[in-house]
């Protein structure tokens, strides 16, 4: 489906494409489609079901790949958070228990903007947004999202989120985030929390995925930003990932995590990169202080992790030329370090692994 010009003026929920089918034993394919260039104009505020979705399954199984979702506009002022944000690429909001797992992968989510400069509240762009059911074959694997914008330069109270991975059970896998640059190329200077990947009540392994948040001259509310963050407890297993926050105050601010943590509870974490370069990063929180640098044993268990830039060819690029791949010149660290999993085969780009 490639949406030319599409324009919503009303309060409802608009989507590219939407599954909400149940029927037993069959599982929903969404697959190879094309979702682009759709805009809403509404702008009222308050908690109106102003959503603007590229992929919505609401209800149901479903495999959700090789899709792009692209050029995605709201001008929506209203405050839903989750599966009813302002703009999402993909929403995954289907907890059923079903004999198929959740698979997203493969997608290229990109170019979504808030396009209201006035707005002033909590407004949300997600890039995925996930609540699913639980068992071990759900996967989010080999997505690419980046370039998630808003036009309001001042508001303090807004969200621009990579990943938001809210329920179910869940493995997160090569996949790839870049926030804080818009589809221009441009830094987002407004002083809202930006956030890579976050896990919130979710079981989670989150492997080999790296997540890069950018921008410079960030505003002066104290408003922090987060590479990765695990803001509710489960049992998680966090390793192999590369969490770059590189975004940096005009003068003050906020602080600007790798990663942060509620808790260290039921936590596995280990062989991660974890790099800020800016004013206002920190490397990490652990539940209980911020870590200023990486040591060994920050939190029980992370002895094998380290804090290296990891050169990625084209961070900050428009969204043409984005490029998280590591640059060749990176030190070896990057490449050479890492811990095998069986779960992990092959990498972002269906090469197989090495480590």
Not at 84 to 106: E, H, K, R
Not at 135 to 140: A, D, K, L
Not at 216 to 245: H, L, M, S
Not at 263 to 283: E, Q
Request: hydrophobic content about 40%; charged content about 10%; aromatic content about 6%.
């Amino acid at each position: 489906m490639v949406a030319t010009s599409s324009t919503s003026t009303t309060a409802a929920a608009v989507r590219g494409i939407i599954c909400n089918s149940t029927t037993t034993g069959v599982v929903n394919t969404i697959t190879n489609n094309t979702v682009a260039n759709i805009n809403s104009n509404y702008s009222a505020t308050g908690t109106q079901a102003a959503t603007l979705v590229g992929i919505a399954v609401t209800t149901g199984a479903s495999t959700v790949d090789g899709n792009t979702i692209y050029n995605l506009s709201s001008n929506t002022q209203t405050s839903g958070s989750g599966a009813t944000s302002g703009v999402i690429g993909i929403s995954y909001n289907s907890t059923a228990a079903t004999a198929a797992p959740a698979v997203i992968s493969d997608n290229i989510v990109h170019t979504l903007r808030l396009t209201n400069p006035s707005s002033t509240g909590a407004i949300n762009g997600v890039g995925l947004f996930y609540s699913g059911p639980t068992g071990s074959s759900n996967v989010i694997e080999r997505n690419l999202i980046h370039s998630i914008s808003t036009a309001a330069t001042a508001n303090s109270l807004g969200f621009l989120t990579g990943m938001d991975v809210a329920g179910g059970v869940i493995t997160l896998k090569n996949n790839i985030v870049r926030l804080g640059i818009d589809d221009a190329g441009l830094d987002i200077v407004s002083p809202l929390t930006v956030r890579g990947i976050t896990k919130n009540a979710a079981t989670a392994n989150v492997w080999n995925n790296s997540v890069y948040i950018g921008g410079a001259n960030v505003g002066t509310n104290a408003i922090n930003t987060f590479a990765f963050a695990r803001t509710g407890t489960a049992v998680d297993d966090i390793r192999n990932n590369i969490f770059v926050n590189n975004r940096s105050n005009a003068t003050t601010g906020g602080k600007h995590y790798a990663i942060n943590l509620v808790n260290t509870t039921t936590l596995t974490l280990n062989y991660n990169d974890y790099y800020v370069s800016g004013l206002g990063g920190v490397l990490g929180y652990n539940g209980v202080a911020d870590a200023a640098v990486y040591t060994t044993g920050w939190v029980a268990g992370d002895v094998n992790s380290f804090s290296v830039d990891p050169e990625f060819i084209n961070a900050n690029g428009d969204a043409a030329s984005v490029d998280l791949h590591i640059h060749p010149t990176n030190p070896t660290i990057i490449e050479g370090t890492g811990e095998a999993i069986a779960n992990v085969v092959v990498d972002f780009d269906s090469q197989t692994e090495l480590d």
